[in-house]
């Protein structure tokens, strides 16, 4: 069964220019319970954002959050503003960002046809509660729309780029808006660090990295990232550095003898004092669980390399 956030009064809307909005919960909240469980102790421990982009009376929501009463709350705000038709954009299957397709439930839901797929696999568990554990997403609203590779959108005469990106998850969709130059990246990117979910693409996601920094983008906006960046009109491309730095690094070092006891701060210690990111602490546990999965996943295989 569902259960609902305690309080919502802490997302916080920021303008990002006249026409796309960032929702922003997290970091400092009330738990919305006691044990532990997905939404508290991830998407909130590490604060997440939803982004909207608007023209006249229509929106593209990139992402409906963690729990229902979020993504009512962002759409109610939007309506407010006087919206009247959305279309929702899911960057990928994880759990803190379809939480709230439910409320999205009478408008189309677009996501790549992997995401679908991948939805539509773990549907039992994510309703149940199984997946990531508690709390169950029931019912577990499904994307209609699908693409393969790449899509455009347009509200009005602004263009906006789907691209399906395997970094972060097979999975990944980003929105890339060419006349802002600016790239919504949902996990693709995040700030301090990148959460390893895949440790056998790595050598993939380093490549697609590459190949997205030559995007012209003077704006980077991640869901999971330091709110007062993203308050400020968001990262530069030394962020796409920094995750690239990070991966080589953390796959470089995983026969080494004390790989799993070195810190978050031990692979990024010159990016860290250049600004590129932004130390936040909880990100010390997301690292000790990329050292384990890097390292389950290396410690009998030869370590690839990186051209």
């Known amino acids: 069964m569902q259960f609902d956030i305690r309080s919502i009064d802490d997302i916080n809307a920021i303008e990002i220019n006249d026409h796309t909005l960032a929702f922003y919960a997290g970091r400092d909240w009330t738990r919305i319970r006691d044990e532990p469980n997905w939404i508290d102790d991830g998407a909130m421990k590490l604060g997440i954002a939803s ?35 959305f279309t929702v954009v899911l960057s990928h299957w994880h759990l803190d960002h379809i939480a709230g397709n439910e409320v999205y439930k009478d408008c189309n839901i677009i996501s790549n046809a992997l995401t679908r797929e991948l939805l539509l696999k773990n549907r039992t568990d994510i309703e149940i509660g199984c997946s990531d554990g508690p709390p169950g997403i029931k019912p577990l609203i499904l994307p209609n729309i699908t693409f393969d590779n790449k899509a455009n959108l347009y509200l009005d005469d602004l263009q906006l780029e ?16 060419p006349s802002d130059k600016i790239l919504i990246a949902g996990d693709t990117l995040e700030d301090s660090i990148t959460y390893i979910d895949e440790p056998g693409n790595l050598v993939e996601h380093v490549k697609n990295l590459r190949e997205l920094k030559q995007l012209s983008i003077t704006a980077i906006l991640p869901n999971h990232g330091d709110p007062d960046v993203i308050e400020h009109g968001g990262y530069d491309k030394t ?69």
């Open 51 to 85: 982004y909207a982009i608007y023209k006249k009376n229509k929106a593209v929501v990139y992402d409906t959050f963690a729990d229902v009463r979020q993504a009512m709350w962002v759409r109610n705000y939007l309506e407010h503003m006087g919206i009247e038709y």
């Open 239 to 307: 962020l796409i550095d920094a995750t690239i730095i990070y991966i080589i690094r953390m796959v470089r070092q995983a026969h080494d003898k004390d790989f799993l006891m070195s810190p978050m701060k031990s692979y990024l210690r010159e990016e860290l004092e250049q600004g590129w990111i932004h130390y936040y602490e909880p990100y010390e546990e997301v690292h000790n669980e990329n050292q384990i999965k890097v390292h389950d996943y290396y410690k009998n295989r030869q370590l690839p390399s990186f051209s």
């Open 162 to 177: 789907l691209r399906n990106v395997n970094i972060h998850t097979m999975d990944g969709t980003i929105i890339y808006i």
